[in-house]
């Protein structure tokens, strides 16, 4: 099951982003993931077992969103990119050329984060003074 290794790495990935940052206050809301078709990666699943890894957490509250990149490889004969499809053995239904680029699908990665901060919201609370 990829969605377990999948969301160790991204708990590393986001506690080391909270670590890095001054304000450790940031509570993160939201996790904007590109998860490529080509990766074998479950997005429900992914969701699940985030959900599950991040309860009594920092994180927990949060929630995971994934844009699915879809899977696009390229002819290297006559230039064009297609949808590649296991019933074809991935090969470019132009000319049964096998696949030898692919364009997009194996993407992993956190687009953005959305967040919000204590330490911001204690100044935007803040009564407001006026110099004179």
């Not at 990829?2 to 890095?20: A, G, P």
């Not at 996790?31 to 990766?39: A, E, I, N, Q, S």
């Not at 949808?83 to 090969?91: F, K, L, S, T």
């Not at 050329?97 to 984060?113: A, D, F, M, T």
């Amino acid at each position: 099951m990829h969605e377990v290794d999948m969301t160790k790495c991204l708990l590393i990935s986001l506690n080391e982003w909270r670590d890095r940052r001054e304000d450790t206050s940031a509570m993160v809301e939201t996790v904007h993931l590109d998860v490529g078709r080509f990766t074998c990666v479950e997005p429900d699943q992914l969701v699940t077992t985030y959900n599950a890894a991040v309860q009594g957490t920092w994180l927990d509250g949060s929630r995971l969103t994934i844009t699915e990149i879809p899977f696009v490889g390229r002819c290297l004969i006559c230039n064009g990119t297609y949808d590649p499809v296991p019933e074809n053995a991935y090969r470019s239904p132009c000319c049964d050329n096998p696949l030898e680029e692919i364009v997009s699908g194996r993407e992993l990665r956190i687009r953005s984060i959305d967040y919000r901060s204590d330490a911001a919201a204690a100044l935007e609370s803040a009564p407001i003074q006026r110099q004179r």
